[in-house]
């Protein structure tokens, strides 16, 4: 929800849609991003991964 003012006239109808719902992709595009999550979830494997604490730490010591 946006809370700016707007020039519209008393009684002017609109249509609301969530802000969540829009993006720029088409449906190639989000296919491709779907393949590639897909992918990297197939990829991963158990521990393999780093520790949120730990990721996080490494992110803060750099700023």
């Given at each position: 929800m946006l809370d700016e003012p707007c020039d519209l006239p008393e009684?002017?109808?609109?249509e609301l849609v969530p802000a969540?719902?829009?993006?720029?992709?088409?449906e190639n595009e989000r296919a491709?991003?779907?393949?590639?999550?897909?992918?990297?979830?197939r990829q991963h494997e158990p521990g393999s991964g780093v520790p949120s604490d730990e990721l996080?730490?490494?992110?803060r010591s750099r700023h």
């Open positions: 009684g002017t109808e609109v969540d719902d829009i993006d720029e992709l088409d491709r991003l779907h393949g590639f999550l897909a992918a990297s979830i996080l730490a490494r992110i």
